[in-house]
């Protein structure tokens, strides 16, 4: 019985701590950053100058003034070295080498290479990306989906994009038809009557 119970008890210890690390916050002490799990245990020490929210696993991180991406143990799956870097999002993320942006894979490998002079996360199974001056849209092959011809441009959500034109808003859909036109001084995400609202396309 005793047995059972020192059993049950270890078990019920562990789902804990893997429950506590489905969630982690960036916390600062001093000048460095680390991360706190769900119990408010520090499971990574805060040894990084900058980071950014863990999102499929991982999180960028900064060291002496380059990114890199770190597991939940604190190793780094990507080394240190690249001048920008985002939150995962669909299997990949923004990332910058000199002043162009690209995608990586979760090796740190640039399946999308860096060409952009902007770029947002896949959302949808597309990325808005800049050249030049204009915004437009990729697929996760690279390929441009949408030219470039928007003064700005946001992530797709429930099949719609907002895009900017003469300094006006309006929508798009994923072929790039222009579903509302771009006459409103400002506009949000499409979003389903009863869901929960967020604010994240930024």
Known sequence: MKKLLLT?????ISLVSVCAQEIAAPVKQGS?????????????QPNYDAVQGFSEGLAAVRVKGKWGYIDLKGNFVVQPTLEGAEPFSQGMARARTGELWGYIDRTGKFVIPAA???AGNFSEGLARIKTGKDWGYIDKTGKIVIQPAYEAAKNFNEGLAMVKKNGKWGFIDKTGKIV?????????????????????ND
Do not use: C, H, P, Q
Request: no cysteine.
């Open 8 to 12: 049950s008890t270890l078990i019920f």
């Open 32 to 44: 460095l950053w680390g991360f706190m799990d769900g119990t408010g245990n520090l499971f990574i």
């Open 116 to 118: 952009f002079g902007g």
């Open 180 to 200: 509302a036109a771009t006459v409103y001084d400002g506009a949000k995400d499409f979003r389903k009557a009863n869901s929960v609202s967020a604010e994240d």
